[in-house]
């Protein structure tokens, strides 16, 4: 006999135990067992689950993508700007070392117009000295010209290097290397030759004068001494003027303000009148003054 006989035999009372508790383990199975909708429920719970985590990953993966992507473009437009910049300093540097070299060749340019400006200076300044040389020369000639027909007259009737002016010769020392006189060595001057300083005493004849000294005149020598002794003296009166036969003289072609007899001005000369009146140019001065001079005397 074995034991489940024996324990049913030795006590009979479980056996309705025994039953209740075959009875409850067959109700879990049939618990466990007997409801299939609450395990599809799990299922359709854990699918939603898993269906959820899947499209969280999903999209934690598209935003990593998206992110990834994002740090590739930024790398991307970084290293184009870096580019971009290396590109903007190499022309910055370059247009720095064009301007250094533009700014040398401004200053060199500088340099040669200012060197230009001062030989354009020099040279308007040589243009006006040859100017007035030419105006000179050309004055000189004029001089010359008009001086010819009273050589040739003058050779006829007057001495040698002595001019005939309406029907009178005159001897005028125009050259620089004759010396200036006082008034009385250049009136003895005179004399030596049978004649004497010029007495002007009308209006042609201080015209036809003043004309060919002004032609003949030397820019170059101060107003001062460019004068001529004419005959005409205050020295008896101071402000009587007379001729030298003592003739009082009542007008004179006179310079403005003249005669004012600073320091003992007792003689008259006649000066060049460029651009002057021409019956305004005489002036007095003292007659131990060093001027040229003027002689006269009849033809021959």
Wanted: hydrophobic share 30%; aromatic share 8%; glycine share 6%.
């Amino acid at each position: 006999m074995d034991d489940r006989t024996y324990n049913r035999l030795s006590y009979p009372e479980d056996s309705s135990n025994d039953c209740s508790l075959t009875a409850n383990e067959d109700e879990q199975v049939s618990l466990s067992l007997g409801k299939p909708g609450a395990l599809v429920n799990h299922r359709k719970v854990l699918t939603v689950i898993l269906s959820v985590l899947a499209g969280i990953l999903l999209a934690v993966n598209v935003g990593l993508g998206v992110h990834y992507r994002n740090l590739t473009d930024r790398d991307r437009i970084i290293k184009d700007i870096n580019a971009e910049v290396a590109k903007l300093q190499q022309a910055y540097k370059t247009a720095i070392d064009t301007k250094i070299e533009l700014r040398k060749e401004l200053a060199q340019e500088a340099i040669q117009q200012q060197q230009s400006k001062w030989e354009l200076e020099h040279q308007k300044t040589t243009n006006a000295d040859y100017q007035k040389e030419t105006e000179k020369l050309l004055m000189q000639i004029t001089g010359l010209r008009s001086h010819i027909p009273l050589l040739k007259e003058g050779c006829r009737h007057c001495l040698p290097g002595w001019n005939l002016i309406k029907s009178m010769c005159y001897y005028i020392p125009f050259s620089e290397n004759i010396p200036r006189r006082p008034w009385e060595e250049s009136r003895e001057y005179c004399k030596n030759f049978g004649a004497d300083l010029i007495e002007i005493n009308s209006r042609e004849k201080q015209l036809a004068i003043g004309n060919l000294i002004t032609s003949y005149h030397n820019p170059s020598v101060q107003y001062s001494a460019s004068g001529f002794w004419i005959g005409a003296r205050d020295v008896d009166e101071e402000g009587v003027w007379r001729g030298l036969d003592g003739t009082q003289i009542h007008e004179g072609f006179w310079n403005t303000g003249e005669p004012n007899n600073q320091g003992n001005e007792d003689c008259a000369a006649v000066y060049p009148h460029p651009n002057k009146n021409p019956f305004k140019n005489w002036n007095d001065a003292p007659c131990s003054h060093y001027l040229k001079w003027i002689c006269e005397k009849e033809p021959n």
